[in-house]
């Protein structure tokens, strides 16, 4: 039996967070936008379905809506904020604006714990973020729940199984949310927890082999943790059919392309193609300091190279990419978002298309930590799998100004010593990312007895969930100074080092 439930995205900042939520019970889920029509929704089977929240608001004229046979289709639905505004909305109920917008925590009184708010006692803190609110229930509605602002804070249909939420139960700021949304998946939507890596393993091979089979494929392995991922599950799935391509670009850390060729080469014996390419890209990226400027050139260089590469290989009729879910939910939101633009130079832009081969992308419905869970269960070294991301220009975006094999051998050899220190601290792993970067600034210093003049390397080290937002890390300051120390004696050219204190939002996590 396979378990599904379906997310409406109506455009919240948390649909993915939803998706998430759902898949930390083992059901698995799939976020589609508010256009899929009740046909293809009762052709998926799923156990329920959760209308997301939303920005826009149903008093607008471009208001999203969804197809109203959805609601005839007898299956479970959760509204979640503008997805219980929209719930109210078609079943002949007032939606308005409040008169006091509610905003953050907020405490909700549970006026029938039964169903969603089953084991959660009268009251319990929630999450809002709305203006418009329930003003009046639906014929057969009842309300279930209420605060000092809303009457209506959630409502249910029994006998159509349908609910709504006016906080969002997904968010960690609604500290029992979780076990809203349990209640939804298994008391209501009744499922049993069905999804597992070890499932997700059988299915993937299995679909893979249905869509290659007997013929040969082609991946770009960078040896980050979603191409590694992906190139020992179409290993599995393919054996001598999966050709993996490294190319060495000259822009990875210390050791890097050695580890990558011995893991996959080596230990894994997979069909491995090197493409030595360092010179070419350090040739082209001669006196560029313009950041997008360079993550174009290593891009079309990065697709040029496996190009030439592929066609050495006779009879491939796939492309391989490590798409991952947050990339294909970004791409068909109805919403649209800056997320495709911002990572464009990650990806293997055009290669499909212009070597006419049919696409497969085998992790494209996990997220990150997902992914590293696969590689886990895949039994994939700990070291590729936890290691820290790494962005798709390399090296080239951490050296502010021009690139040369100069600079970059620095930078290698002050990231190699900061990273060490980390792991010698056993924090390695409470940090999200932690990254040199190699300022264009010299400055004076005093080594031995002589004047220097030299380079600055800034320390950078983030705590964060998902990336989208981060934190700096209070690492110890005795820590600090060891790898300060480490990098100025032992780094010929540099002679001071400084900490990034900036948080994400502001600064990014990589300068550039």
């Known amino acids: 039996m396979k378990e599904l439930i379906v997310i409406i995205d109506f455009g919240s900042q948390y649909s993915q967070l939803i998706a998430r939520r759902v898949r930390e019970y083992n059901v698995y889920c799939e976020v589609h936008p508010p256009q899929i029509s009740a046909d293809k929704i009762k052709e998926l089977n799923p156990q329920g379905i959760i209308f997301s929240g939303g920005p826009k608001s149903l008093t607008q004229e471009n208001a999203p809506k969804c197809d109203e046979q959805i609601f005839e289709l007898g299956i479970p639905v959760l509204g979640i904020c503008y997805g219980m505004q929209l719930i109210a909305h078609h079943f002949k109920g007032k939606v308005g604006k409040s008169s006091a917008r509610e905003y953050g925590h907020t405490e909700l009184f549970i006026d029938d714990s039964s169903d969603l708010f089953k084991s959660l006692g009268k009251t319990m803190i929630t999450w809002m973020s709305h203006e418009d609110k329930v003003k009046k229930l639906p014929k057969d509605f009842i309300g279930s729940a209420h605060t000092a602002n809303s009457s209506i804070a959630s409502f249910c249909n029994r006998k159509l199984k349908i609910f709504g939420v006016q906080f969002h139960p997904e968010v960690v700021h609604t500290p029992k949310g ?67 391509i490294f190319v060495n670009n000259g822009l990875l850390r210390d050791g890097e392309a050695d580890q990558v060729r011995d893991t996959f080469q080596k230990h894994y014996k997979m069909n491995f193609h090197y493409a030595e390419a360092e010179k070419l890209f350090l040739d082209k990226l001669k006196n560029v300091t313009d950041p997008e400027k360079k993550r174009k050139i290593i891009g079309r260089l990065f697709i040029e190279v496996f190009d030439a590469y592929a066609k050495k290989l006779k009879g491939i009729k796939f492309l391989a990419q490590g798409t991952l879910y947050p990339d294909v939910i970004e791409s068909q939101s109805v919403f649209g978002g800056p997320s495709s633009m911002i990572k464009s130079h990650h990806n293997v832009g055009g290669l499909p298309k212009k070597m006419k081969l049919k696409l497969v992308e085998p992790l494209k419905f996990l997220f990150k930590d997902e992914v590293r869970l696969l590689g886990k269960e895949l039994k994939i070294p700990a070291e590729l799998v936890d290691r820290h ?124």
Request: hydrophobic content about 45%.
């Open 389 to 512: 991301p790494f962005p798709g220009p390399g090296l080239a975006i951490r050296i502010l100004g021009a690139v040369s094999k100069e600079r970059l051998d620095i930078l290698r050899q002050a990231d190699k010593r900061f990273i060490e220190e980390i792991k010698a601290a056993g924090l390695y792993h409470d940090v999200w990312q932690a990254l040199s970067v190699l300022l264009p600034v010299r400055s004076v210093g005093v080594m031995g007895d002589e004047r220097t003049y030299e380079n600055t390397i800034a320390l950078r080290a983030v705590t964060s969930v998902d990336g989208m937002t981060a934190d700096w890390a209070k690492l110890p300051m005795d820590m600090l100074g060891r790898v300060s120390n480490k990098i100025i004696n032992e780094v010929k050219g540099v002679n001071r080092v400084v900490y990034d204190i900036s948080s994400k939002p502001p600064a990014t996590i990589e300068w550039e």
């Open 178 to 244: 979780n076990i809203i949304l349990k209640n939804f998946l298994f008391t209501v939507c009744k499922c049993k927890g069905l999804w597992t890596m070890q499932s997700f393993i059988h299915d993937s091979i299995r679909q893979i082999q249905q869509q290659v089979g007997n013929e040969s494929i082609v991946l770009g392995l960078s040896g980050g943790v979603d191409s590694s991922v992906a190139a020992v599950l179409l290993h599995k799935a393919l054996g001598p059919k999966l050709h993996c």
